[in-house]
């Protein structure tokens, strides 16, 4: 499962998390996030996270 990062304020949605503070169970893929999801931290919506693989978080 990718990271998901908001382009907006940086926070990081990992699926393996999820995001219980907000009702988000643990598993729950990016891709299966209701369509108003927003960024806990700064309010974004879906289309301002991008995927980030694995690559990336090894720099």
Not at 1 to 6: F, G
Not at 36 to 48: H, I, R, S, V, W
Request: glycine residues 8%.
């Amino acid at each position: 499962m990718a990271i998901y990062v908001c382009e907006l304020c940086g926070y990081e949605y990992d699926p393996k998390n999820g995001d219980p503070d907000n009702g988000i169970a643990e598993g729950t893929d990016f891709e299966d996030l209701p369509e108003d999801f927003e960024c806990p931290l700064c309010g974004a919506t879906k289309e301002n996270f991008e995927k980030v693989t694995e690559e990336d978080q090894e720099e």
